[in-house]
């Protein structure tokens, strides 16, 4: 760490930490912009500003590298979505909370970045593929739970949640990271109204009907059970 107004150098934890984080943010780049097996460590020393020792003390593969990759993105999809969203009010609003997180989440070049390499790597490297879909799945499978769980409380019929789960990302997906992806800027429609459209289409198939008071109970159970 640098010391302000003053002459001591940084010590070697520092150091070395300055150079891992240099060493991902270069591997960020080129990753990126070339694909993974096109990148050699050699060209990640040089990007990151380290030497070839310094790149092999840190890291020992291009595939650690590419881990610690995941490791940083797990970090902000677990941002991107806290716990305890399923607890925050009806179906409707904590769907509409999940469908702008993922719209939100769409947003950010460097997680678009991210899938283009691994959809582009995966062929050659099937092990990207599935290291991506173990930071993926989970978050997935969070929506699973809670669509069962308010199928068991007789608030949805969902006979098959895991296909319900994603029957839901994917109506964004096509509207918001697909266009994304191919280089379309924006959405075909207003983030709003894809949300309120997803919801209502999804609920309309899955929401069985509610007599009154009964959304007081469900989100007691949510807090107790999810």
């Not at 990753?31 to 070839?52: C, K, N, P, W």
């Not at 881990?67 to 969203?85: H, K």
């Amino acid at each position: 760490m640098e010391i302000r107004n003053g002459s001591k150098e940084a010590g070697p934890k520092a150091r070395n930490g300055g150079s891992r984080a240099a060493i991902v943010a270069a591997a960020e780049r080129l990753f990126l912009e070339r694909g993974f097996g096109a990148v050699s460590m050699d060209e990640l020393a040089e990007t990151a500003g380290v030497a070839r020792r310094t790149l092999y003390n840190q890291f020992s593969s291009k595939e650690e590298i590419f881990r610690e990759m995941l490791r940083r993105l797990s970090g902000q999809l677990e941002d991107a979505f806290p716990s305890g969203v399923e607890t925050q009010g009806d179906v409707e609003d904590v769907l509409r909370l999940v469908a702008r997180m993922i719209l939100e989440l769409h947003r950010h070049p460097e997680y678009l970045g991210f899938l283009r390499m691994v959809v582009a790597d995966s062929r050659q490297f099937p092990w990207i593929a599935e290291a991506f879909a173990t930071i993926m799945d989970p978050q997935t499978e969070r929506l699973v739970r809670y669509l069962a769980h308010l199928t068991a409380l007789d608030i949805l019929d969902c006979r098959n949640p895991m296909l319900a789960a994603h029957q839901f990302i994917g109506m964004l997906n096509e509207l918001s990271l697909w266009p994304w992806m191919m280089g379309r800027e924006g959405l075909p429609v207003s983030t709003e109204d894809a949300v309120e459209e997803t919801i209502r289409m999804f609920l309309q198939r899955y929401r069985r009907p509610q007599s009154k008071g009964h959304g007081d109970a469900v989100n007691s159970s949510l807090r107790q059970d999810i």
